[in-house]
């Protein structure tokens, strides 16, 4: 079997070649959410989420600067990670194209701060805003978890760009 390996000049700027690269790093799904002081729900579809600290609990995700909900971000203290499950492909779409209003018609609750909790996702993590930290064309938001909850189920994964399912390996012997 012959391996290809596609070496990137980053200096020439080849973006697509870089996010080709960073696309083969597996991620979950999200949809960051969060409250405006003026009481618009405003939330995105985010694969940048990661954990950061277990104690004190932390967590960050990243913003693209020019996204439209990004001052609705800045302008609140808090924000609710979404956790997606493996049927929940129709809801991160829906939140990953401009709306005047992506919680139409949707399942959600308010949870602390106000902020909607999405029904039957994976996992939620309710989170006070920490800092916000620059990260050139994103926003780098760091939480602290106020709040956390999970369920028994299958993971919705984002890898080279499409959406798939994970497939359980075999425990090696
Ligand atoms: C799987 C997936 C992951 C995404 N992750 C991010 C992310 O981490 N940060 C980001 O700024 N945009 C991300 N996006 C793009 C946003 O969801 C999209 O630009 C959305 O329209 C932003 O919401 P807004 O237009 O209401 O600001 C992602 C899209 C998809 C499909």
Redesign the pocket.
């Known amino acids: 079997m012959t391996i290809t390996v596609n070496t990137i000049s980053v200096e020439t700027g080849d973006a697509r070649a870089l996010r080709t690269a960073l696309g083969r790093f597996a991620t979950g ?1 999200t949809i960051v959410t969060t409250r405006c002081p003026s009481g618009k729900l ?8 990661s954990s950061v600290s277990l104690d004190p609990p932390l967590v960050l ?4 600067r020019n ?4 001052q609705s971000f800045t302008g609140s203290r808090s924000f609710v990670v979404n956790v997606l499950a493996a049927d929940q492909e129709a809801l ?2 829906r ?5 005047a209003d ?1 919680f139409e018609g949707l399942d959600y609750t308010v949870g602390l701060n106000g902020c909607p909790v999405l029904r039957d996702t994976l996992a939620c993590f309710e989170c006070r805003l920490e800092t916000e930290i620059e990260g050139g064309d ?1 926003l780098i938001f760091l939480g602290r978890v106020e709040r956390a909850s999970y369920r028994e189920g299958v993971p919705l994964i ?1 890898a080279g760009g499409s ?1 798939c399912r994970p497939v359980q390996l075999e425990a090696s012997a």
Request: aromatic share 18%; proline share 4%; no cysteine.
């Open positions: 799904v405003v939330g995105l579809t985010a694969n940048s989420f995700w990243s913003l693209r996204a439209a909900s990004l991160s779409n939140f990953a194209k401009p709306s992506k994103h984002f959406y």
